[in-house]
Antibody, heavy 122, light 108 residues
């Protein structure tokens, strides 16, 4: 059974940093790209970043480019999102999701975690 | 960036009836369009990709159609568990993939 479990959310002050983790199981991790999608309270979905299976390719939304870094540890089946210089508008539930196997053709997200809440506030 | 616009924002339908949700892209996305369902307090779930291909385990009452800039998600006979928010997503021109703002499907 495919499972994706996020952790690391919490309350952080503006300008602070936080690292989210996403532990995956039930599939051959290195074969799949992984992505982060966020959802501000009461709002819609916003794609944040994606990383290829081998970790050599990464892409970011303009809103987080240069501030957030996605990475992965294929020996531990874990994806990370390092978030720096956090702002109030980064407050959201952050979801980690698996990207479909042919991610360059079908950049869709077939398994999602339950999300972790990040609150940026003083 | 391709902007996705969904309509209506809220759709009220009775159980057993058909629901039709629309999604429009600001430029052509071929058939590179997916739909997700999200229930309160839950993560989104992939329903359809490639405009019309159902994801694993998705019932046949869910169907998708369209191409280019106009897309439709149809739920043929609404069940109680289908009342949720639905999002479309384009992946034709990325990064970024982009989502619509969502359609809330509520019980009439």
């Amino acid at each position: 059974e495919v499972q994706v479990v996020e952790s690391g959310g919490g309350l952080v002050q503006p300008g602070g940093s936080l690292r989210l983790s996403c532990a995956a199981s039930g599939f051959t991790f290195i074969r799949y790209a992984m992505t982060w999608v966020r959802q501000a309270p009461g709002k819609g979905l916003e794609w944040v970043a994606v990383i290829s299976g081998g970790g050599t390719s990464t892409y970011y939304a303009d809103s987080v480019k240069g501030l957030f870094t996605i990475s992965r540890d294929n020996s531990n089946n874990t994806v990370y999102l390092q978030m720096n210089s956090l702002r109030a508008e980064d407050t959201a539930v952050y979801y980690c999701a698996r990207v479909s196997i042919d991610w360059l053709l079908y950049n869709v997200f077939d398994y999602w975690g339950q999300g972790t809440l990040v609150t940026v506030s003083s | 960036e391709i902007v996705m616009t969904q309509s209506p924002a809220t759709l009220s339908v009775s159980p057993g009836e058909r629901a039709t949700l629309s999604c429009r892209a600001s430029q052509g996305v071929s058939i590179n369009l997916a739909w997700y369902q999200q229930k309160p307090g839950q993560a989104p779930r992939l329903l359809i990709y490639g405009t019309s291909t159902r994801a694993t385990g998705i019932p046949a009452r869910f169907s998708g159609s369209g191409s280019g800039t106009e897309f439709t998600l149809t739920i043929s006979s609404l069940q109680s568990e289908d009342f949720a928010v639905y999002y479309c997503q384009q992946y034709h021109n990325w990064p970024p993939v982009t989502f619509g703002q969502g359609t809330r499907l509520e019980i009439k």
